[in-house]
């Protein structure tokens, strides 16, 4: 198992070094001095752009500046961004702890209703609940994820006032104890759901279409003939080999799921790391998109090993392949 | 009757041989309600976005076409925006754009797809390993993320957003058409017509790759849909092309205005909904016309 870890980990490497890589390139193929893609900004003292050409080796042949670049990179240093006057890194830190809360709490309730509706559905396909959910369920996927989050705001935030319209937390709230907690999760009622449709159906999506397969296979059928209660054969027998895949795909998919995310803190003003892109694209802050790339390609790639490695511990024939 | 019933019953007809019955493919398209559905939506929205400038009632761009920020009412039926421009118009002048980029980045896309997987399913060997590594590659980076540092990178103008779309969406066509590659290529009819003396280039493009097409139309219908989705998502975030204004822009506008005007957003967004909803209605039917295996599911 530590082995099958360590191998998974050697494959990921690869793949940071083309992320670097492609940052690398975006900073050259850019129209303009790379100086001041570096920069992020145009109105600064000569002084401080030759420091900084001097700093990265730009005055270098180009596989210098790439081997420094890459130092730079590996041992953390992502730029300082001159718009927030800050380093890059300790922007993006401070507002991951927000968007890690956001997501993970969507992405648990739309894995656990989707995967439970999937089941259900699987149960009697082509009844009338199976054709309404997949229709939902298709809806789901077919909108742009901030229009229905804008939606949901002039409905239940607006008109009907039920929750807060932005943001994470109220000022006259309780700054502590359980107070706070109830009123961050009143901010995040309506960022959770939004997010949660489009994940929530294509996981419905897949796990329908994979307990379907695994209901006809024969050793349902033994389940069932030697008297094995139906809701134990479904969520038990079945369910737990059904959802393997769908694990997988949920996985592959985090990198669409953290664009789903960005989008949706954007909408209800969000202080996580959506809000940050936001602002840094409409500031044209190269350094912080630069580095949001690189820590969300991060996140993306242990994601990834992380699904890998949860895979092989339920299935541990994947080892052995 | 189960799906292991379905694939024998499937196999012992492949197996027998006889003409299967004639079935027209708008039969099989129609069958499937809510494709006809989806293609209906599509007739109607089509023209809608082509002869949009001859169908508004205003100049999409006109400023004080009617009263600032009124809501629905005749002659505005989407109402206005803040500027007093006529929502509708924008309407028809947004889908337009947004359905070029979709068609754009779906056709770039799919043509890049198909040229990778093609010689990556046809060749095979070392070849097939690199081109597939560097899929691998794309499939694992946040594409999306990638997307918004090309445009931001290099300018947010309509051909580089059709270019990081279909950069961002080509590697599961290559998939595909890899796949389909592979297993036509070791097809008796394409070993008769190697036998025959058939050119390499004949080999490929009239013996296996019409008979590939059949996944690469519907994957490239849905890719449509998906390209509208992340033009809206590029624009949302503020990389549309100011020049073009898509449904997607029209929507990241309404941000600051539509607490008090509702209508500037619902009626952009409703219409990337029913466009994007029917493109992948229209897919699914498509799939049961083009790849008979699927349909007896």
Known sequence: MLFYVARRLAQAVPL???????????IHAAPGDPVFVLLGSMDTTPEFVERVRRE????QPLWVQFATY???????DLGYSLRFQEPVLGLILDRLPATLLLMGTALTVSSVVGILLGAIAARRPYSVTDHASTIVALAGYSMPVFWLGQ????????????????????????SEGWGRVMDIARHMVLPVITYSVYHLA????LTRVKMQETLALDFITT???KGVPEGRVVFVHALRNAVLPVVTVIGLNFGFMLAGSVLTETVFAWPGMGRLLFDAIGARDYPVLMGLFTVLSLMVIIANVITDVIYAMVDPRVIYR | MSTAGAMQAAEATAQMPVIAPHVPAWRIFARNGTAAFGAIVLAVLIPLAVLGPFLAPFDPSRVNAGPPMAGPHWPHVFGTDDLGRDVFSRVADG????????????SFSTGLGVVVGGVAGFFGRFIDDLLMRITEIFQVIPRFFLGVLLVAFFGASIFNIIFAIAILSWPEVAR???SEFLSLRARQFVDAARVAGASRRTLIFSEILPNAMGPVVVNGTLLVGQAMLLEAGLSYLGLGDPSLVSLGVMLQEAQQIMRTAWWTTAFPGLMIFLAVLSLNLVGDGLNDVLNPRSRER
């Open chain 1, 16 to 26: 940071v070094f083309v992320i670097i890589l492609i940052n690398f390139f975006l």
């Open chain 1, 56 to 59: 990265f080796g730009l005055d």
């Open chain 1, 70 to 76: 890459l130092g730079k990179i590996l041992s953390l």
């Open chain 1, 151 to 174: 939606i949901m705001l002039i409905v239940f935030a607006l008109h009907l006032a039920w929750f807060p319209t932005q943001g994470m937390y109220s000022l006259r709230a309780p």
């Open chain 1, 202 to 205: 294509l996981v419905y999506r």
């Open chain 1, 223 to 225: 389940a069932r003939a």
């Open chain 2, 95 to 106: 889908l337009r754009v947004s359905l070029l980029v979709g068609f754009g980045a779906a």
């Open chain 2, 176 to 178: 595909v058409v890899r």
